[in-house]
Structure formats: C-alpha cells, structure tokens
Nanobody, 122 residues
Framework: QVQLVESGGGLGQAGGSLRLSCAVS????????MRWYRQAPGKQREMVAT???????IYADSVKGRFTISRDNAQNTVSLQMDSLKAEDTAVYYC????????????????WGQGTQVTVSS
C-alpha cells in the first residue's frame, strides 16, 4: 500500500509565498517522476511541475521563474516552493508519484495525493 500525504496549502497573498510538501509512504522500491498538478474550479487538471529521480525539472509556462520543485530521495518527499503568487494560482494542488513497490519492483504505478487547497488573495 502506497500513500501520498500533502501538507502546506492554505491562504496566501498575491506576491507572497507558500510551500507545499508531499510525503510518500509504503512498501517503496523506487520512485520515478514526482509531480505537482493543480485544478482550478471549472478547469481541467494541469501539470505544474515535474522532477525526475535524477533531478531533471520541467515547469508549466505559467509558473516558470516563480515555482521551484525539489525532492528528497532518501525521505521520499517532494516539495513545491511557490513565490510571487498570483490570484490565478488558486486551485487544489495534487501530488503525483510513479512508485515501484517492493512486491513488484519492475513496474511503476501512478499514485495521487488527496489534494490541498491553495487560495491566493489579491
């Protein structure tokens, strides 16, 4: 059983900062890509940032230069530092991880966190 638990959402001000964290637990053999997605009301879920196990990062154009994704492979955690917040960053943010378990180490399955609300006031 693999679980992803997010923390750090809440209310932020435009121009301010928030930090999200996600801890992956369970019978983990390895974790490939870790990502943050977000979904605003009435909109589709979109990828915000991706970090590969070796550290390669990809960002959505809308957050480049403002958000930074990082991971700790020893602790099985991923974080999202969000700076220069804008009202349009308001959304539910979801953690995503591609996890290979000890039982099936050759296959990575996708797991999602439960989501954490981020609201930015202007």
């Amino acid at each position: 059983q693999v679980q992803l638990v997010e923390s750090g959402g809440g209310l932020g001000q435009a121009g301010g900062s928030l930090r999200l964290s996600c801890a992956v637990s369970g019978s983990i053999a390895s974790i490939n890509d870790m990502r943050w997605y977000r979904q605003a009301p009435g909109k589709q879920r979109e990828m915000v940032a991706t970090i590969a196990r070796v550290g390669t990062r990809i960002y959505a154009d809308s957050v480049k230069g403002r958000f930074t994704i990082s991971r700790d492979n020893a602790q099985n955690t991923v974080s999202l530092q969000m700076d220069s917040l804008k009202a349009e960053d308001t959304a539910v943010y979801y953690c995503y991880a591609e996890v290979a378990t000890i039982k099936r180490p050759a296959i990575a399955y996708v797991y999602w966190g439960q989501g954490t609300q981020v609201t930015v006031s202007s």
